[in-house]
């Protein structure tokens, strides 16, 4: 960028900043969202509670189902899959 044309849009950086905090905010959001560490801890909790017996096999598979096709959201997010 040239000088003039630092000087010219010197009144758009407070909204050319906003919009990078805004990314880096979306940026962690995902990271988050799309973390499977989560998911995998879930699932073996799942796993306890159906070998101590507080839950029975019917619920188990039920949100085990769940819990799978979250994983398979975030192995295609991560592989850059279109969302479906």
């Known amino acids: 960028m040239g ?3 630092q000087l010219l849009t010197l009144p758009l950086a407070p909204v ?3 919009g990078w905090v805004v ?5 962690a959001a ?4 799309y973390d499977p560490a989560p998911v ?14 507080r839950i029975d096999q019917a619920a188990f598979e039920e ?3 769940l ?5 398979e959201e975030i192995e295609a997010f991560r592989r850059g899959d279109p969302a479906p």
Not at 23 to 27: A, C, L, Q, T, Y
Not at 67 to 71: F, H, K, Y
């Open 63 to 65: 949100r085990e189902d």
């Open 23 to 27: 990314d880096r905010v979306v940026e």
């Open 16 to 18: 050319r900043g906003v």
């Open 3 to 5: 000088l003039l044309t």
């Open 40 to 53: 995998e801890r879930e699932l073996a909790a799942l796993e306890r509670e159906l070998l101590a017996g």
């Open 67 to 71: 819990l799978l096709d979250r994983l």
């Open 30 to 33: 995902e990271q988050e969202y």
